[in-house]
């Protein structure tokens, strides 16, 4: 077997080259400690992001998840979202890694911090699919998905510090009243830095590279050196601009070039970055690839070695400008960062939704460039070192998060950044987030000028009282008159005649006995929304069965949507791998059969190519139900997608024609 060797660091100023031990790590204590442990507990911060996966380790749990992940690569784009011919695993050591990449007919391509790539030698999907019906297999692999960098644009512009307007957005420079970040080390997790950088080596204490396509950690594509910018790029030395903890130790983890990111380089960097000594690490990349259970489960195992060695994790959310959720931000023990405009709206661009956790400014932020250049990016990437920067802050304010790094530490410095914003609502249309990080709100919270945990469980005993006044606004009652006014408040309210009279708005709909009961409070369904299926005759003897018209609810259209089929000689095929264009918006799709589930290679062939039509249309809810709850007036009460309650803000009422009008995740209109 032929095995590629990789190991190397690079050392940068202000460390002894004998002191710095290569960045590795105790394996079996960090990667294996409890992989087949399911992830069920719900940390008191970030609770609502929690999802359970599992690493596969028996040998029939191996094997399904062989089969569900090789099936779930069919709905992908190969060399797209995923690396073809390569895969990674966990191992121990190396003679466990030889082992297992011998079991796969595999070559070693990289082996570093207990993460194995291998190159397969064909399509990843294949091996797994054939792997799952082997008996003896008994070690798992991975599809090894491609990340993208968050970044917008880039506009070149002159190195000046009155260029970063974000500072007096986010309070940077009161903050520095208290601290400038000394003492705290902050991993930026990228594509690596320009090392030499007027700005930036000063505070470079150390940098190493993971993949096996690098041979140092020196960024050829300006992404990384611009984020290491934005959190600590040097102060007071006449050059250029300031990062958000300009004496801060910058720890630059290089993970791979603009095209070559992947999961598993990723998860490499974030264990090195760790064992290294990092306090806080920030991830300006992602994934919003389909990933399977078994690869979610590899990346938590990672962040959750962070979270107990007391690291906090720092997210982009991602710029697809979708509620759809973004890898590793949408996970537990991570704070998901988007993009606030300078106008004080969220970008059109960044990703939304309850699993993001803050904003910060991200559009034209000045910062450190390739070759001693500065420039102007734009992206959820950008906007996600300044929060890292900010918790930089925190562990530098408050020493006793530096030493005694536990979860609770994480714990801690997480509820003080989800407190520390000016509680705002930035919205781009109907989609919003909560909330732009302060600088200055944090590191108060960190010296104990403000108290947090009171704070904390202020904010807590807020929300479930909301929680709990909207789960009894949900239920007809003897008294159906609602608490507050329910209309939809700001640019939400139905415009024109469409806006509720007073005597129509649900807060003055109390009558005079104070009983709101009778025959009329019910909930009304509407009736489903169901795609249209025909079947479509095909130029070459066959005939496609699948939905024509489907319901654009906001999501990335998918093979599984469609229920595709095609019919030849008599028998029906499921089509197993097609590319889809154009899916994500209201309008046309093209769908390309690329294969069906027949091992019969001339019916695969005649079909390969094969190019379908399909209308997309703007409907609440794909495949559901809307519900509403009403009281005795007719007075509408609450709404219900698929079982699940929209919020007020999302839609309004037309009480002349009787239609939720909804705006948000959903678009459209449904009768009442």
Known sequence: ?????????????????????????????????????????????????????????????????????????????????????????????????????????????????????????????????????????????????????????????????????????????????????????????????????????????????????????????????????????????????????????????????????????????????????????????????????????????????????GVIIVAAAGNYATSDKCYPAALDHVIAVANIAGTGKLSSTSNFGDWVDIGAPGVAIYSTYLNNGYTDLSGTSVASPMVAGVAGLVYAANSSF???????????????????????????????????????????????????????????????EENDTSEDEDTPSGNDTPAGNDTPAGNDTPSGNDTPSEDDTPGNDSSGSGSGTDGNSSEVVTTPFEPEKEDVQLGNGGTANYYTGIYFTGKKLKLKDLNLSVSYNGQTYSVKRAKIGNGKNAGNATVTIKKLDTSDKTINAQFKGTSLSVEIYPYPVSKGTVSVAVNSKGNVKSVKVNGKKVKKTMYGVDTLSQNIIFTGNYTGTAEY
């Open 402 to 464: 530096r030493e005694n790094k536990n979860s609770d530490t994480v714990d801690a410095v997480t509820k003080i950044i989800e407190l520390s914003t000016d509680g705002a609502e930035y919205k781009y249309g109907s989609r919003q987030v909560l909330g732009k990080i302060d600088a200055l709100k944090a590191v108060q919270y960190a010296v104990g000028e403000r108290d947090y945990e009171s704070d904390y469980e202020e904010k807590q005993r807020a929300a479930s």
């Open 1 to 309: 077997m032929k095995k590629k060797n990789f190991i190397a660091v690079v050392i940068a100023v202000a460390l002894v080259t004998s002191s710095l031990p290569v960045w590795a790590m105790e394996v079996e204590e960090a990667v294996n400690e409890g992989v087949s442990e399911v992830v069920d507990e719900v940390s008191e911060a970030g609770s609502d992001k929690v999802e359970e996966y599992t690493v596969p380790k028996t040998q029939s749990e191996i094997r399904l998840a062989l089969q569900q992940t090789a099936e779930s690569l069919g709905k992908l784009e190969k060399g797209t979202d995923y690396v073809p011919e390569e895969a990674f695993f966990i191992a121990e050591n190396e003679y466990q890694a030889e082992s297992v990449a011998e079991q796969y007919d595999a070559d070693i391509v990289s082996y570093k911090s207990g993460v194995v790539i291998v190159d397969l030698g064909r399509d990843v999907s294949e091996v797994m699919e054939e792997k799952s019906r082997e008996q003896s297999v008994n070690s798992m692999i991975y599809p090894n998905y491609y990340c993208d960098l968050c970044t917008e644009t880039t506009l070149p512009d002159d190195p000046k510090l009155t260029r970063q307007w974000f500072h007096e957005s986010i309070n940077s420079s009161d903050a520095w009243e208290y601290t400038m970040g000394e003492g705290a080390n902050i991993a930026i997790v990228d594509t690596g830095a320009y090392l030499d950088h007027e700005d930036l080596s000063d505070n470079i204490t150390a940098a190493g590279y993971t993949p096996s396509n690098m041979s140092s950690a020196y960024d050829i594509s300006g992404h990384g050196t611009h984020v290491a910018g934005v959190a600590g790029a040097v102060c007071n030395n006449g050059l250029g601009g300031c990062g958000v903890a300009p004496e801060a130790n910058l720890l630059i983890e290089a993970v791979g070039n603009s095209g070559g990111i992947t999961i598993a380089t990723m998860v490499s960097g974030i264990y090195d970055a760790v064992d290294y000594g990092a306090d806080v690490i920030n991830v300006s990349l992602g994934t919003m690839s389909d990933l399977d259970d078994s690869t979610k489960a590899i990346m938590i195992n990672a962040i959750d070695y962070a979270y107990e060695n």
